[in-house]
């Protein structure tokens, strides 16, 4: 199977593309952008095969996409290219409505100009999935019941709405046009090769440097917790198995409170880099509480009996298993932070390194 990979250099994308190289006989196309978040060194060996190919290109980029469908002739895509960062929405939304609205139209447009030249069994195998995020939503009281795939959409942020809107679109081309299409909405994602303005690598790499681990607010926001490599695995079962037109909620089953986060982070780093901390400290010592997010949401909570159900998935990884695994990998991986942090991953954006 043929399979472009939208956001492949980015967080979520390039797991999935490990996942696929490594554990299926898939072959892929890696389209993405390479924006500030993305990083072909997160792609590690599966670069290396001769099943994977890279294609530098904007999802707002109608003849890019035309012309690469037409010569590689997928038989799906997996949507995943987005501005994803929440306090980067608060601060300039119009580049999330550029992407995450204008770039999925655009790339729907393209996939049904593909798509209609297919023939009738072709078209019926093809699929689009759509990989969204539980933001949409909004969030949830302390006492109500987790988000399932009939939830209200609720967003608060522009980051979550410019993502509620694309989900919109997509199902709107499914019903329209009868494009082939499936959504999935995940929980919070963590793991390896995560972008270091995300929570959980930020507080790593500011407690190993010694410098402040700023929570906002009182830190009682609950998020669930999914590790991204069990996030690939679920996207893969869902992209195989999934009822077109239908939704499924991926969730890692593990709400916790941000500064519950925090503290198991420094927990595990007292075990795992005791040498790193300040002479007579502890890692716990560096949180500091700072001014809460404009319209943070308090809750998030993932339903995913329909995924467990119907295709039969579920997390292999609790959230300690997978936070020790995770700071691990920063432990060994202090290069690839480096290069993020100095901006020297960037150099394969500006054409300095080659990327195809």
Not at 103 to 125: D, F, H, M, R, V
Not at 148 to 177: C, M
Not at 217 to 223: K, M, P, S
Request: net charge negative; proline share 5%.
């Amino acid at each position: 199977m043929k399979v472009i990979i939208s956001g492949g250099a980015g967080f979520i994308g390039s797991a999935l593309i490990r996942y696929l190289i490594q554990d299926t006989d898939t072959q892929v196309m890696n389209l993405d952008k390479l924006t500030y978040a993305g990083n072909l060194a997160s792609l590690g060996h599966a670069a290396e095969s001769p099943r994977y190919q890279f294609v530098q290109a904007d999802i707002c980029d109608a003849h890019a996409l035309n012309q690469l469908f037409a010569q590689w002739q997928p038989d799906a895509i997996m949507h995943l290219a987005a501005e994803s960062h929440v306090d980067r929405s608060i601060d300039g939304p119009g580049d999330f409505i550029q992407t995450n609205l204008v770039g999925t139209y655009t790339l729907l447009e393209s996939i049904k100009t593909y798509w209609s030249t297919l023939n009738a069994g072709a078209q019926a195998n093809f699929r689009l999935l759509n990989i969204s995020t539980d933001e949409v939503f909004g969030d949830l009281h302390p006492d109500d019941p987790p988000f399932d795939e009939q939830t209200a959409y609720n967003p608060s942020s522009p980051y979550a709405a410019s993502k509620a809107g694309a989900d919109h679109l997509v199902r709107a081309w499914g019903r329209t046009y009868g494009l082939p299409t499936i959504i999935t909405n995940c929980s919070n994602n963590y793991g390896p090769y995560q972008f270091p303005e995300k929570l959980i690598p930020h507080m790593i790499l500011n407690a190993l440097a010694g410098k402040a681990l700023p929570v906002y607010g009182n830190g009682l926001q609950i998020r669930d917790w999914l590790h991204v490599e069990d996030h690939a695995r679920a996207l893969y079962r869902v992209l195989m198995q999934g009822e077109i037109g239908a939704t499924y909620n991926i969730g890692g089953n593990n709400e916790i409170k941000n500064i519950d986060v925090v503290n198991e982070i420094c927990n595990v780093l007292e075990h795992l880099s005791p040498e790193r901390k300040i002479k007579n400290s502890q890692y716990s010592d560096l949180i500091k509480y700072v001014d809460d997010r404009p319209g943070h949401d308090k809750r998030y909570a993932i339903n995913a009996g329909k995924i467990y159900k119907e295709l039969g998935w579920q997390p292999t990884e609790n959230f300690q298993s997978g936070l020790k695994k995770t700071i691990s990998w920063y432990l060994n991986n202090e290069q690839w932070c480096q290069n993020i942090i100095d901006g020297s991953y960037q150099l394969q954006r500006l054409g300095k390194i080659p990327i195809s």
